[in-house]
């Protein structure tokens, strides 16, 4: 968990722990010693249901309370969340009520052990929508006893009612979201599978996602700590999900009090899946392939030579053809030449060949295009729209097999992305319909692309469209005649390219002209990133070098997109 902002609340621990008045050196003299009473007599005051009350927070805000229960959860260290839980082990009468309660307590107060039965006095206090005691002036170990775990199910109509209960999940939850497994060593978990983006597919419902998900967390407040709870792919499978389940920056967090197990239900494949055909094309985001460091991309030449290993590494696996890239550094042919020259020293000198984009636009990113010249022709020089509507103008390039046979143009694509959101309440704001924010500039892109490809030579658009698959966009190139390869070849449980929120979706695509498309065998999407914790990457914020790999895997965020097409004529 994140660091909490707790000083205010340590202050009060402290004040009230140095509250004893000393004794006057009369008082000394003439009082008899007295003897201590039995701190465990002193009785409970509330029950811990009464502080938690059946509403979203305390009803006993700031009152001095005393209850007693049994210590189901330790993590008072400091670089923990410097306190524990404890939980009453015989529930009152009312579903709506929690038993459980969470005592910020360090361990330099008094420290606690599971199954302590424990008598605690404090101030009720709502920390940031976390019901607890805070500060603690009172802590009594007094005993020992047992809470059985709770079995609970997924999806829920609300967690409310369990907080700070210890809590076992006796279903399968798929790992649904990694993103801050590095950072803050947490992985969100779902019930009935994966978590789907509401615009990617129908039928998808936010709000039963969100009641189907659960955030684990490691019970530490540290950034980027040194041991890391099990690295695994988006996809796997938790068993046995046991813990303590506390809140904290704006979600319930289940704080683990044993191991959990995580079955290697999508595992990784090496090469991507086969898709036929005697040409095979791909496209691929590598996600700031810069040769200037200190820009989008690498920091250092450290950096940016694991950065290259595992593009090299992806390149190889994917063996394509022809490989439409986005999110190379816009400095001419210098970063895609430098990318193709580490490709051609392990596959063979003269495998790939780059274009030149004629007209690549003042965007600091360019998309490009590599391919191989003994298996392709180029026909005609590279062309480029010129339309203002792309800041990152598509590249055309028309090829057939070598030594002849029936064209296909690749129209490399990277349309305007649904970040750094303009101001006001224009069209291109987020509209709160899903799609983020310049969707009616990527819409006008799209009509774009129409008129681009209208007199091209079997089309074949590909690219990171930032639209996933149910959005205008998408629907507008479909509406126009293009045919989306990997909505007719790809399964939908693996249609997907991007993971953001922990919601999988597909930003990647590959749509074909009505004549090109009875030459398509097959398309699949290879799993090496989307599903992989960012951890595990060259760059960027939360790596960690210690598990670096040179392998394809993590090599960006986005999955490549692989197309199979059979193409009659030239060289078999």
């Known amino acids: 968990m994140r660091v909490l902002a707790r000083a205010f609340a340590a202050a009060l ?31 409970p005051t509330h029950r811990i ?9 305390t009803p006993l805000a700031g009152q001095t309370v005393r209850v007693e229960g049994i210590v189901t959860g330790d993590f008072q260290k400091s670089d923990q969340l410097s306190g524990f839980f404890l939980q009453d082990p015989a529930p009152d009468a009312d579903p709506a009520t929690s038993e459980g309660l969470f005592a910020f307590a360090r361990d330099t107060l008094k420290d606690v052990r599971p199954g302590d039965r424990v008598l605690v006095t404090g101030r009720a206090f709502e920390f940031n929508g976390w019901t607890e005691l805070s500060p603690v002036t009172a802590l009594d170990v007094c005993g020992t006893g047992t809470v059985p775990a709770l079995p609970y199910r997924l ?58 998900s659960l955030l684990i967390d490691d019970g530490s407040s540290r950034q980027n700590p040194a041991t890391l709870p099990p690295v695994v792919r988006a996809g796997a499978v938790a068993t046995g999900v046991t813990g303590v389940l506390g809140y904290g920056f704006d979600a319930y967090r289940l704080q683990p009090t044993k191991p959990i197990t995580y079955l290697d239900a999508n595992p990784r494949r090496s090469r991507p899946l086969p898709v036929g055909g005697n040409v095979k094309v791909a496209s691929f985001n590598t996600l700031n392939w810069f040769t200037t460091l200190g820009s989008r991309g690498a920091n250092t030449a450290e950096e940016q030579q694991r950065q290259l290993a595992k593009l090299v590494a992806a390149l190889k696996g994917l063996n394509a053809d022809a490989v439409a890239l986005m999110e190379v550094e816009n400095n001419g042919r210098t970063a895609l030449q430098a990318l193709v020259d580490a490709v051609n020293a392990e596959m063979g000198a003269g495998t790939y060949a780059a274009l030149t984009h004629p007209h690549p636009g003042t965007d600091a990113i360019q998309v490009g295009l590599i391919y191989k010249p003994g298996k392709l022709t180029p026909v005609g020089e590279p062309r480029a729209s010129q339309d203002p509507v792309f800041s990152r103008p598509p590249l055309v390039q028309t090829f057939r097999r070598a030594g002849g046979g029936q064209p296909f143009t690749m129209v490399v694509n990277h349309l305007k992305s649904k970040g750094s959101c303009p101001s006001g309440d224009g069209p291109d704001a987020d509209q709160g319909d899903g799609q983020g924010c310049w969707n009616a500039t990527r819409v006008r892109q799209a009509q774009a692309l129409l008129g681009l490809v209208a007199d091209l030579p079997n089309p074949l658009v590909l690219g990171d469209l930032n639209a996933y698959g149910e959005e205008d966009p998408i629907d507008t190139l479909e509406a126009g005649g293009l045919t989306s390869l990997t909505k007719r070849f790809v399964p939908a449980r693996q249609r997907y390219s991007y993971l953001f929120g922990g919601l999988a979706g597909e930003l990647d695509h590959a749509l074909a002209g009505r004549q090109l498309l009875r030459r398509v065998i097959g398309a699949t999407i290879w799993h090496v990133n989307a599903d992989e914790p960012r951890v595990l990457s060259a760059i960027g914020q939360g790596t960690r070098p210690d598990l670096y790999e040179p392998d394809a895997f993590r090599s960006s965020d986005h999955d490549p997109v692989i197309i199979g097409l059979y193409l009659p004529g030239g060289k078999s």
């Open 155 to 212: 999806p829920s109509d609300g967690l409310e009612h369990v907080e700070n209960m210890l809590l076992t999940f006796r279903q399968p939850l798929t790992v649904s979201d990694h993103y801050n497994l590095g950072r803050f060593g947490e992985v969100t978990v779902s019930a009935d599978g994966r978590l789907f983006q509401p615009t990617d597919r129908p039928g998808v419902d936010p709000g039963l996602n969100r009641r189907r």
């Open 49 to 57: 249901s009464e502080v938690q009350g059946n509403g979203d927070a």
């Open 13 to 43: 621990v402290a004040a009230a722990l140095s509250a004893t008045p000393a004794l006057s050196a009369t008082a000394a003299t003439t009082t008899p010693t007295p003897t201590p009473a039995d701190p465990c007599a002193t009785p």
